[in-house]
Nanobody, 125 residues
Framework: QVQLVESGGRSVQAGDSLRLSCKTS????????MAWFRQAPGKEREFVAR????????YYSPSVTGRFVVSIKNSDYTTYLQMNRLTPEDTAVYYC??????????????????WGQGTQVTVSS
């Protein structure tokens, strides 16, 4: 089993920056990649960013490319999502997720075996 705990979500103003953290514990040797998803009220959960474990390989959704940066600090098994130039459209519950194998469909929720409980990000105009 792998446990994921997100933190860092809060209310901010448009244009602000925010960094989310996802602490990983348990059978971390099973992890292939980490990702961030988000879910706004009344909408489906959507892919935000992904980073391979022990690698700099990253992927982003078009809506956050150039504004968000995903990274991993392997020494303490923590994944980060640095979010810059936030807009009200970024308001959502943000979830981190862990994949245990390679997949071309890295933006699909189906490819992730473990999920955190989510952390709320609210951006006001």
């Amino acid at each position: 089993q792998v446990q994921l705990v997100e933190s860092g979500g809060r209310s901010v103003q448009a244009g602000d920056s925010l960094r989310l953290s996802c602490k990983t514990s348990g059978r971390t040797f099973n992890i292939y990649a980490m990702a961030w998803f988000r879910q706004a009220p009344g909408k489906e959960r959507e892919f935000v960013a992904r980073v391979r474990w022990n690698s700099d390989r990253t992927y982003y959704s078009p809506s956050v490319t150039g504004r968000f940066v995903v990274s991993i600090k392997n020494s303490d098994y923590t994944t980060y999502l640095q979010m810059n130039r936030l807009t009200p459209e970024d308001t959502a519950v943000y979830y981190c997720a862990a994949a245990t194998a390679y997949s071309r469909n890295y933006d699909s929720t189906m490819e992730y075996a473990y999920w955190g409980q989510g952390t709320q990000v609210t951006v006001s105009s």
